[in-house]
């Protein structure tokens, strides 16, 4: 059975960090890219941050470049978004997506929440 599930989220003040996890099961994990997405109330679903399959090629979306980190461990299936300097405005429900070629999984989302 494929499973992508984050954990990591919570309620924290601006100027925090949060380290968010997504942990897979069910599928040849290392053979797949990886994406953070997030999505706000009312916002389309943005893509954050995406790592290649191998780790070698990361990219982040503008409004989180130099203070987001995202990262992978493919000997224990999980991928990793450290999140530095919050601000409220990356409050949002965070999603991490598995994709190779034209197949594609995603987990059920994480609640992040950035307010003093």
């Known amino acids: 059975q494929v499973q992508l599930v984050e954990s990591g989220g919570g309620l924290v003040q601006p100027g925090g960090s949060l380290r968010l996890s997504c942990a897979a099961s069910?599928?040849?994990?290392?053979?797949?890219?990886v994406r953070w997405y997030r999505q706000a109330p009312g916002k389309e679903r943005e893509m954050v941050a995406h790592v290649s399959s191998t780790g070698d090629s990361i990219n982040y979306a503008d409004s989180v470049k130099g203070r987001f980190a995202i990262s992978r461990d493919n000997a224990k299936n999980t991928v990793y978004l450290q999140m530095n300097s919050l601000k409220p405005e990356d409050t949002a429900v965070y999603f991490c997506?598995?994709?190779?070629?034209?197949?594609?999984?995603w987990g059920q989302g994480t609640q992040v929440t950035v307010s003093s």
């Open positions: 997506n598995a994709r190779m070629m034209l197949r594609a999984y």
């Open positions: 069910g599928f040849t994990f290392s053979n797949y890219a």
